[in-house]
T-cell receptor
Framework: GQNIDQPTEMTATEGAIVQINCTYQ??????LFWYQQHAGEAPTFLSY??LDGLEEKGRFSSFLSRSKGYSYLLLKELQMKDSASYLC??????????WGAGTKLIIKP | IAGITQAPTSQILAAGRRMTLRCTQD?????MYWYRQDLGLGLRLIHY???????GKGEVPDGYSVSRANTDDFPLTLASAVPSQTSVYFC??????????????FGPGTRLTVL
């Protein structure tokens, strides 16, 4: 079956760095997305990776290893507004998005 | 303002009643999607439409129906609501289904409670 695994909850300190991991098993693979979702709001797009390696976008970076079925989202210089859930989703061979349950990130001052 | 709108924002519904959730986008996106989001389960695809005039079933289609008469609108109907359909419903759209870089954009959601 198809499956996405990511930690349920993580806690980090304001100003620090946090890495949110995601492993995926899908029939075929056409890329991996990360979305941010604040409580009570809609998911918003953060990043897309289809090739191995690290993609950097300001304070946020996303990494992909296709051979390991693994991705991570790296958040630097954490701010209180980064408190949110982070959703990992893989695009399978039929171009359907398979979603993880999300990682709730709690930022403490 | 470009984007996706959903209505209503929230609704409390008696079991057995019929309900239509509305979704409209003005980005001229070809593909549209309906998801439900339940605590601890993540987003689950209910139905999708790759282009106006076509629809398809997602992971959890039972009890729901959709139509896509035009590019902009993609209503979701619960024919006879049951308590297990209590959830937050998100509509999303993307420029082109099946594209490798096809990013989905989400509406604000409808919080539905079935009693």
């Amino acid at each position: 079956g198809q499956n996405i695994d990511q930690p349920t909850e993580m806690t980090a300190t304001e100003g620090a760095i946090v890495q949110i991991n995601c492993t995926y098993q899908t029939s075929g693979f056409n890329g991996l997305f990360w979305y941010q979702q604040h409580a009570g709001e809609a998911p918003t797009f953060l990043s897309y990776n289809v090739l191995d390696g690290l993609e950097e976008k300001g304070r946020f970076s996303s990494f992909l290893s296709r051979s390991k079925g693994y991705s991570y989202l790296l958040l630097k210089e954490l701010q209180m507004k980064d408190s949110a859930s982070y959703l990992c989703a893989a695009l399978d061979s039929n171009y359907q998005l398979i979603w993880g349950a999300g990682t709730k990130l709690i930022i403490k001052p | 303002i470009a984007g996706i709108t959903q209505a209503p924002t929230s609704q409390i519904l008696a079991a057995g009643r019929r309900m239509t959730l509305r979704c409209t986008q003005d980005m001229r996106h070809n593909a549209m999607y309906w998801y439900r989001q339940d605590l601890g389960l993540g987003l689950r695809l209910i139905h999708y439409s790759n282009t106006a005039g076509t629809t398809g079933k997602g992971e959890v289609p039972d009890g729901y129906s959709v139509s896509r008469a035009n590019t902009d609108d993609f209503p979701l109907t619960l024919a006879s609501a049951v308590p297990s359909q209590t959830s937050v419903y998100f509509c999303a759209s993307s420029a082109e289904a099946g594209a490798r870089t096809d990013t989905q954009y989400f509406g604000p959601g409808t919080r539905l409670t079935v009693l």
